[in-house]
């Protein structure tokens, strides 16, 4: 019951930016965007979270629509280290908590 | 950050027998700890969500008596693979929510069942 999709790949040159986009056109109105990245065979890193409003920190921006229905990461001047594979998620929640449930990734191959 | 660790980080076992995996937060309390596995190229996903002093709850499809969790302390949880078969060959990975808006991973756990 994946919330969200993703294009499965892409590739940007090294310095550029990265724009990746991610759908979430059933998320409710309370539910959280979240986007995580995993290094090969490591945990998931957190990169940035949102609701609503665009949010910036000092790894990304994350820019969502007005209707909420799709989000798009930009990571400004990406480096190699930057290859891996990007997770957009919908938090929800659920029995008092709040679960993420993952969406397929895309894999960002930064070329030199 | 928040740190979790995982022990061990890799593990071989037989077929039929059962592993215990750790999962500890190391600098903050973690009343709710998820469990997740992942398939190689696949994405990660939710097994069971671990609660302090209470029983896990386990998403549809995930065998509660294969895959036993016990999260005894605000610090460590468990989860124990019964029976171990070559299909439970998976990377598994643990998570500590902080507060509502964050939750840390750990470096994950390679599984692999001869």
């Known amino acids: 019951d994946a919330k969200t999709t993703q294009p499965p790949s892409m590739d940007c040159a090294e310095g550029r930016a990265a724009n990746l986009p991610c759908n979430h056109s059933?998320?409710?109105?309370?539910?959280?965007v979240y986007w995580y990245r995993q290094i090969h065979s490591q945990g998931p890193q957190y990169i940035i979270h949102?609701?609503?409003n665009n949010e910036t920190n000092e790894m990304a921006s994350l820019i969502i629509t007005e209707d909420r229905k799709s989000s798009t990461l930009i990571l400004p001047h990406a480096t190699l280290r930057d290859t891996a594979v990007y997770y957009c998620?919908?938090?929800?929640?659920?029995?008092?908590?709040?679960?993420?449930?993952f969406g397929t990734g895309t894999r960002l191959k930064v070329l030199a | 950050g928040a740190v979790v660790s995982q022990h061990p980080s890799r593990v071989i076992c037989k077929s039929g027998t059962s592993v215990k995996i750790e999962c500890r937060s190391l600098?903050?309390?973690?009343?709710?700890m998820f469990w997740y596995r992942q398939f190689p190229k696949q994405s990660l996903m939710l097994m069971a969500t671990?609660?302090?002093?209470?029983?896990?709850?386990?998403e549809q499809g995930v065998e509660k008596d294969k895959f036993l969790i016990n999260h005894a302390s605000l610090t460590l949880s468990t989860l124990t693979v019964t029976s171990a078969h070559p299909e439970d060959s998976s990377f598994y990975i643990c998570?500590?929510?902080?507060?509502?808006?964050?939750?840390?991973f750990g470096p994950g756990t390679r599984l692999t069942v001869t």
């Open positions: 998620i919908v938090r929800v929640a659920t029995s008092g908590t709040y679960k993420y449930i």
């Open positions: 059933t998320i409710s109105g309370n539910e959280y």
């Open positions: 949102g609701l609503k």
């Open positions: 600098d903050f309390q973690a009343t709710t």
């Open positions: 671990s609660n302090e002093g209470s029983k896990a709850t386990y």
């Open positions: 998570s500590g929510r902080v507060s509502s808006y964050e939750q840390y």
